[in-house]
Nanobody, 126 residues
């Protein structure tokens, strides 16, 4: 079992930045690919970014490429999402996820993660 707790969400003006963190506990964090997903009101949850267990491979949704950066610190059991140049359309609940069998590419294509966090709200005002 893996427990995931997100933090760092909040209200920011368009063009601003936020850094989300996801602290993991339970089974060995470094065995898991990690991902960030988001769900806006009235929309389905969508893939944002993923990172391999080693941190050597990252994948991004086209909508955030060049603005968001995913990273991880296996020594701290934490994955991060640095979000720059935020837009109102980035407003959503952001979820951290862990996958033991799916890799970054399959997470991006819709493979379900094994564990989810509870989510953190990000609101970008225009």
């Amino acid at each position: 079992q893996v427990q995931l707790v997100e933090s760092g969400g909040g209200l920011v003006q368009a063009g601003g930045s936020l850094r989300l963190s996801c602290a993991a506990s339970g089974r060995t964090f470094s065995n898991y690919a990690m991902g960030w997903f988001r769900q806006a009101p009235g929309k389905e949850r969508e893939f944002v970014a993923a990172i391999s267990w080693s941190g050597g491979r990252t994948v991004y949704a086209d909508s955030v490429k060049g603005r968001f950066t995913i990273s991880r610190d296996n020594g701290k059991n934490t994955v991060y999402l640095q979000m720059n140049s935020l837009k109102p359309e980035d407003t959503a609940v952001y979820y951290c996820a862990a996958a033991i069998s799916a890799g970054t590419a399959t997470l991006a294509k819709g493979a379900p993660p094994d564990y989810w966090g509870q989510g953190t709200q990000v609101t970008v005002s225009s």
